[in-house]
């Protein structure tokens, strides 16, 4: 009864903006950490950006001061806004459920269907 269903997605030019969102249910959404992931053509599923339970957020290097993510738990609903869009974040993006372990973090079960982005001029 798991469900993540992506939405947000889209064409934009080079230095625009998207926001994307990931509406779930089948869980006690309030109390699991959530991840955005992407990949792009040719390439393995990389991690973006997961948002804890507690609402850490933590962002890899190559999106740090770009993306920010959120979370609305009365809409079970986590976002991920996308500024200054560049040609590389150029992905399908993905959420799921997240295991934080200590050394890393990681997906834990399936994720919907994803949605694209596509970033070109």
């Known amino acids: 009864q798991v469900q993540l269903v992506e939405s947000g997605g889209g064409l934009v030019e080079p230095g625009g903006s998207l926001r994307l969102s990931c509406a779930a249910s089948?869980?006690?959404?309030?109390?699991?950490?959530i991840g955005w992931f992407r990949q792009a053509p040719g390439k393995e599923r990389e991690g973006v950006s997961y948002i804890s339970s507690g609402g850490s957020k933590y962002y890899e290097d190559s999106v740090k001061a770009r993306f920010t993510i959120s979370r609305d738990n009365a809409r079970n609903t986590v976002y991920l806004q996308m500024n200054s869009l560049k040609r590389e974040d150029t992905a399908v993006y993905y959420c799921?459920?997240?295991?934080?372990?200590?050394?890393?973090?990681?997906?834990?079960?399936?994720w919907g269907q994803g949605t694209q982005v596509t970033v070109s001029s």
């Open positions: 089948g869980f006690t959404f309030r109390y699991s950490h």
């Open positions: 799921a459920i997240v295991r934080l372990e200590t050394t890393g973090w990681r997906p834990s079960g399936s």
